[in-house]
């Protein structure tokens, strides 16, 4: 039964000394009296830090983040769909917009 009264267990972090991944967790280098740690294996890495580090790894590789790819997206929609009464398709100002996205793809590094 629900006793609003009754103190609940805080939940253990799950840091580098939580019991499940300790054993996966090295000293990397101190810089400054601040111990920085790594996984000992690249590959047994939480799936969460996983994720966060393909997200990053996958906007660098395309020079560029999700909101600047989704006005990307965007532009070319306004400009697809046309403008003015006659709701004219702008190819001038599309062809503009895959040359822009096009340099930054070819940019050697990450803006």
């Known amino acids: 039964m629900y006793n609003p009264f009754k103190k609940k267990k805080p939940k253990p972090d799950f840091n580098l000394h939580h019991k499940d991944i300790r054993h996966l967790v090295e000293e990397a280098f101190k810089v400054g009296g601040k111990t920085y740690y790594r996984f000992a294996e690249e590959r047994m890495i ?11 790894l ?35 100002e599309l ?17």
Do not use: C, H
């Not at 939480?46 to 990053?56: C, E, Q, V």
């Not at 906007?59 to 046309?82: A, I, P, S």
């Open 95 to 111: 062809w503009k917009t895959v040359l822009n996205l096009k340099s930054r793809l070819a940019l050697t590094f990450e803006p």
């Open 46 to 56: 939480p799936a969460g830090r996983y994720k966060y580090i393909y997200a990053f």
């Open 58 to 92: 996958k906007e660098v590789d395309l020079r560029m983040n999700l909101e600047t790819l989704q006005n990307y997206v965007k532009d070319f929609e306004n400009l697809l769909n046309g403008s003015g009464p006659k709701k004219i398709i702008q190819i001038g």
